[in-house]
Structures are given as structure tokens and as C-alpha cells.
């Protein structure tokens, strides 16, 4: 999975300007979802390619979640908009 997210990063940064700012680290749901729909179903499976899983996902492993299975990646700045734990 660091090996997706660390492509994601890559791609971000060759194809789409961050809405706030041109911080490229700030990313949202939907540049998630474009990233995923691009890949093989060897990589991700259909359904983790879906809009509900992708946000339940970051939803759940937000630095701010009380949970034992959290594991602190994503630090929200707003609805939707997520940057990597700094």
C-alpha cells in the first residue's frame, strides 16, 4: 500500500494542481479516485475503487480517530482534503 501511495504522490505531482494553494501534499477524495480507477484490478479491486471505501478509509485513519486499528496517516484540513501525517 506504500508503494500505491508513494505512485499516487508521483502522479499527483505530474498531473494535478492542488486546489489550495498548489500544495501538492493536500489531496481530496476525488483526485484519490482518479488515481484508483486508473489501476489494474491486481492492484485494487473494484470495490476498494469506489468513492465509500476510499473515504472510509481516510475517515479511519485520521490522526484525530480514537481507534485500535487507526494507524495515524492522514491529517484532514477540511471535509474532504487530507495530507500525509506530518
Do not use: Q, W
Request: charged content about 30%.
Amino acid at each position: 500500500m506504500i508503494s500505491v501511495f508513494r505512485s499516487f504522490i508521483i502522479y499527483k505531482e505530474e498531473n494535478v494542481k492542488g486546489r489550495h494553494g498548489d500544495s501538492l501534499l493536500a489531496f481530496d477524495t476525488l483526485e484519490f479516485l482518479r488515481f484508483f480507477s486508473g489501476l489494474s484490478s491486481n492492484v485494487a479491486s473494484e470495490y476498494r475503487k469506489e468513492r465509500s471505501c476510499i473515504s472510509s478509509l481516510l475517515s479511519k485513519n485520521k490522526v484525530d480517530r480514537k481507534d485500535h486499528y487507526n494507524k495515524n496517516l492522514f491529517l484532514r484540513i477540511e471535509h474532504g482534503l487530507y495530507v500525509p501525517n506530518p
